[in-house]
């Protein structure tokens, strides 16, 4: 079975420091990932997918994700954060379901950036 | 920028009851989706829909869920009867073509 997992439940970081926020995931087949960002009180916003190509995806507010075959990760980063990236962000893989897809979630990282 | 709307917000319901949360997909998608998030824990998939049907559903979706397209632009959860592990965040999405889009949510709470 599929399965997302997000090493580390909370990342504590001062503000402009660097941040990776690490994924792994388990498939024998070909997957799309994705990241998906829950602000405070907030609905899930996708942040950043790959689904072939390029195995670095960009966002357009500074985040990049890197995927390798080779070491079933997705791991997410930035050069220097804000007080404003504190957020939940959630891994995800897509897989097929029936006639569909569906997400496979990790448990999510809590990123909280300190001034 | 179309987006996937859910309401109520918020729905408190009293354990036995029956409740219906409702989406409004974007227009053009043909995928639609249910997951919940209970308090501290992770997302997880309750349903997929295409073409009028379930495409697939998870263990939590249950006989006492159903889901229901009942026109063009709407997309609904129902529970039949609510249990108290029933009190979460439930998301409805919508996609097109890769990408899920998420409403905002409905939180569920069950007394």
């Known amino acids: 079975a599929q399965s997302v997992t997000q090493l580390d439940s909370q990342v504590p970081v001062f503000e402009e420091a660097p941040v990776e926020l690490r994924c792994n995931y388990s498939?024998?087949?070909?997957?799309?990932l994705f990241w998906y960002v829950q602000y405070p009180n907030q609905g899930l916003q996708l942040l950043l997918k790959y689904l072939s190509g390029s195995t670095l995806v960009e966002s357009i507010n500074g985040f990049e994700a890197e995927f390798n075959k080779s070491q079933t990760s997705f791991h997410l980063r930035k050069p220097s954060v804000h007080i404003s990236d504190t957020a939940e962000y959630f891994c995800a893989v897509s897989v097929y379901a029936g006639n569909n897809r569906k997400l496979i979630w990790g448990l999510g990282t809590s990123l909280a950036v300190n001034p | 920028e179309p987006e996937v709307t859910q309401t109520p917000s918020h729905q408190v319901t009293q354990m036995g009851q029956e409740v219906i949360l409702r989406c409004v997909p974007i227009?053009?998608?043909?995928?639609f989706y249910w997951y919940r998030q209970i308090l501290g824990q992770k997302v997880e998939f309750l349903v997929s829909?295409?073409?009028?049907?379930?495409?697939?559903k998870s263990e939590i979706f249950d006989d006492q869920f159903s889901v229901e397209r009942p026109d063009g632009s709407n997309f609904t959860l129902k529970i039949r009867s609510t249990k108290l592990e029933d009190s979460a965040m439930y998301f409805c999405a919508s996609r097109e073509i890769y990408e899920q889009y998420f409403g905002p949510g409905t939180r569920l709470t069950v007394t």
């Open positions: 498939s024998s087949v070909s997957v799309y």
């Open positions: 227009s053009n998608h043909l995928y």
């Open positions: 829909f295409y073409n009028n049907e379930i495409s697939e």
